[in-house]
């Protein structure tokens, strides 16, 4: 077999070898709008089901890369403060967005610790408009009704992110940016980051 015939294979290996390498990476990441949310539940209930209920900073780890993976959380922060965000320093920004994420995750870290495969259901989805997309799931309760969970998502450079969620059709985000506008509108930021940071150590 001749030299060229040989680095003809080698090429055709060669790209072989990068496809099944980019599939493969592009399996690691969740493709549409409804499986960034059930990645997100199972992620939530596999750490629930791992032997570190009991630890919140166990916890904590596991879930930070899951929930920075499948939620826009510098964009909900900025959206949070939308109307003073332009008058925040960029040292400002990286603090409030610092105390906001770590926050978030606490949250999720401490809300669900007995949970099971049973407890969450992802039920449709649809459009959102602006470019948006709607998901719709439940969160099934002992002896009580279904809590609605409403998804909203938006797709950036990183795929389909969580921008927003609605429990029984109340806004997180419309929640958040009432109680942090109060807080800027009698203080400042970093009176904002101090109580972000303690609802955070509350939760530990």
């Known amino acids: 077999m ?7 294979l080698d090429a055709a290996i060669c790209g072989m070898a990068a496809a099944l390498a980019a ?30 209920s009991s630890d919140v900073t166990d916890r904590y780890a596991a879930l930070r890369p899951v929930v920075a993976r499948t939620h826009d959380l510098a964009y ?3 959206l949070s403060i939308r109307r003073y965000w332009d008058g925040l320093t960029d040292a400002e920004r990286e603090r409030f967005v610092a105390a906001f994420e770590r926050l978030s995750v606490m949250t999720y870290a401490t809300r669900f610790t007995a ?3 049973e407890t969450f259901a992802v039920l449709g989805s649809g459009d959102a408009g602006r470019g948006r997309v709607q998901v719709r799931a439940a969160i099934a309760r002992t002896e009580q009704d279904d809590v609605a969970l409403d998804y909203v998502l938006e797709q950036s450079g990183e795929g389909w992110r969580i921008v927003n969620i609605l429990a029984d059709g109340v ?4 929640l958040k940016r009432a109680e942090y506008h109060r807080v800027l509108g009698a203080g400042s ?8 940071d303690a609802q955070a150590d509350r939760l530990q």
């Open 171 to 174: 806004s997180d985000l419309a």
């Open 76 to 78: 909900i922060a900025e």
């Open 189 to 196: 930021i970093e009176d904002l980051i101090a109580e972000l």
């Open 115 to 117: 949970v099971t495969p």
């Open 23 to 52: 599939s493969a990476a592009r399996a690691e990441e969740p493709a549409g709008p409804a499986e960034v949310v059930a990645a997100l539940h199972t992620a939530i209930v596999e750490v629930a089901a791992g032997g570190t």
């Open 2 to 8: 001749g030299s060229s015939t040989n680095r003809l």
